[in-house]
């Protein structure tokens, strides 16, 4: 009987989102495959994409002595457990560097349901990171001291109040919250998830943060290139090319502090709401970078695109033991993100990463989302590229407002094509060319369509952000916001409706 009642109440959710979907025009992707639609540029709007200047006071230390800043939140595995990060102690960058102890102060977290009786401890771990190079004339950096806890034994869908920092010195923060994800079922989701990418910290971010925030999300998913700390010389200098501009360098230079600047301008988000990253190729990380999570009825999975994902890797092997774990009775819903898309029609990054694509799993995704083009890109149901009805929807999210400003030339305008040998990524594909002519559809024989794919179904070029919405176990809604237009105004918008009973739901690892 119960079983029952959960199909009805789950069949009448379905049918009033439709009508609600109809009677406001909101298309569905049973309405499709869709034509094609590209966007004009809107020439007036160019952006600002200037990086924050260090005197910025929003990037500014604000504390003193070992008190906590950069105080962030992230998930674990599932609802009941969250990790608070915060740093304490000024970075250093010169030649004379001498880094922190870690162990001059302890890492505590002091949490509870009632603001007024945080009576739960937990303690973690902490340490420092250096960028040290073997040049004279280049100046090493030292971070302040990074701390993690891990708070257990959290109750779902529940908001709770917590300070950060060492009581005994003491040192300890203000009093922020944060909300724990709902229990993982069929029924309970996050009300609004904010995604993200390429995001960087220029004045086109602000407008990014800002338009984000006014939609009040429970989680953020940041799909890569955080600070582009690597477009800068070690003493403060950047380009929005660095090779273009530092071409005599010895070394690769970063400018690290430009990660401790992100972390305070974020802060009183991350500190509320949690947020989960992957790799981009501006990051560079030693951690593996792939790993899952669930959210409610959702399952994330969020890969590695510059870590090997060849069938003999760690990274492949790791998937295919997450998949086989993955219950879509309980987590209907699967959510795959890394960073360089594989459906990207514009000229940048075209076809870049088609050796990750081709040792790929598409089968039972739904939702795939990438960043790494400068742009906005929705593609329709598609799988090898070809319309597939039961195929995942490619969304790139690389508009974030990062200052190498956006990606505005589509591969398929006249003249346009990349000549396949320039798509391969050293980094990306280990060196190795995948990137062969189209054997399928109106392009066979091509590198380019000489028109809009028809695997493309919107694209423009600005900067923004997107929200999505799961409402049921069938029915998702996605909204992509424009920087330049008012809070709320709403630049792409669908329901994305799985359809169980006729696509398959159990997801293989497989070659295409």
């Known amino acids: 009987m119960a079983s029952s009642s959960l199909i009805l109440t789950l069949t009448l959710t379905s049918i009033l989102l439709a009508n609600e979907a109809m009677a406001m025009a909101i298309p569905t992707t049973l309405d499709g495959p869709f034509k094609p639609v590209t966007i004009p540029l809107d020439k007036s709007f160019r952006g600002n994409a200037i990086d ?10 604000t504390v003193e002595g070992f008190e906590p800043e950069q ?7 599932t609802h009941d457990s969250v990790w608070i990060s915060w740093i304490t102690g000024e970075f250093q960058i010169g030649n004379n560097i001498k880094p922190l102890d870690p162990k001059i102060i302890a890492s505590v977290v002091r949490y509870a349901t009632r603001r007024s009786q945080l009576n739960r401890k937990a303690t973690g771990h902490s340490l420092v990171y250096n960028q040290l190079y073997p040049f004279l004339g ?21 908001l709770y109040y917590y300070q950060c920092g060492d009581p005994s010195i003491p040192a300890m923060s203000g009093t922020y919250y944060f909300r724990t994800m709902p229990d993982s079922s069929p029924t309970s989701y996050p009300s609004k998830i904010a995604i993200v990418g390429d995001q960087g910290l220029t004045y086109n971010t602000t ?12 989680l953020i998913l940041l799909v890569g290139d955080v600070t582009y700390s690597n477009l800068y010389l070690t003493n403060g200098t950047g380009s929005n090319c660095y090779s273009c501009s530092f071409a005599n360098s010895p070394i ?13 301008y974020m802060q009183p988000v991350l500190s509320k709401v949690p947020i989960m990253v992957v790799e981009g190729n501006h990051d560079g990380s030693l951690s593996k970078f792939y790993y899952s999570f669930n959210a409610g009825g959702i399952h ?24 086989v774990n993955v219950d879509r009775e309980v987590t209907p819903w699967l959510v795959v993100t890394w960073h360089a898309p ?12 088609e050796c990750m694509r081709v040792v790929a799993m598409e089968d039972g995704v739904d939702v795939v989302f990438n960043g790494h083009v400068h742009a906005y890109e929705r593609s329709n149901r598609v799988y090898n590229y070809t319309l597939d009805p039961c195929g995942p929807i490619h969304i790139t999210v690389g508009d974030g407002g990062n200052r190498e400003k956006m990606a505005v030339p589509y591969a398929d305008e006249l003249g346009n094509c990349p000549e396949p040998s320039t798509t391969l990524d050293k980094i990306l594909g280990g060196g190795k060319f995948c990137g062969f002519n189209f054997t399928l559809g109106p392009a066979t024989g091509k590198f380019c369509w000489d028109r809009q794919p028809d695997y493309s179904a919107f694209r423009e070029s600005t900067f923004g952000h997107g929200i999505l919405e799961v409402k049921n ?11 330049q237009d008012f809070y709320g105004a709403v630049g792409d918008q669908i329901y994305i409706v799985r359809q169980p009973d006729w696509c398959p739901v159990e997801p293989k690892v497989m070659k295409l």
């Open 52 to 61: 924050l200047p260090d005197t910025d006071p929003r990037v500014q230390r």
């Open 71 to 77: 105080i962030s939140v992230s998930l674990s595995s």
């Open 138 to 158: 280049l100046q090493n950096y030292t971070s302040g001291i990074i701390h993690h806890v891990r708070l257990t034994g959290l109750k779902p869908d529940t």
């Open 207 to 218: 407008s990014t943060v800002n338009h984000m925030i006014s939609n009040r999300p429970d």
């Open 252 to 264: 690769h230079e970063t400018y690290q502090p430009r990660w401790d600047y992100w972390g305070r």
């Open 300 to 323: 994330f999975i969020m890969l590695g695109a510059y870590v090997s994902f060849d069938k003999s890797g760690d990274q492949y092997k790791w998937l295919e033991e997450d998949l």
């Open 342 to 353: 594989w459906y990207n029609t514009y000229k940048a990054h075209y076809r870049e990463a």
């Open 473 to 483: 176990e069938t029915h998702a809604l996605w909204t992509w916001h424009r920087n």
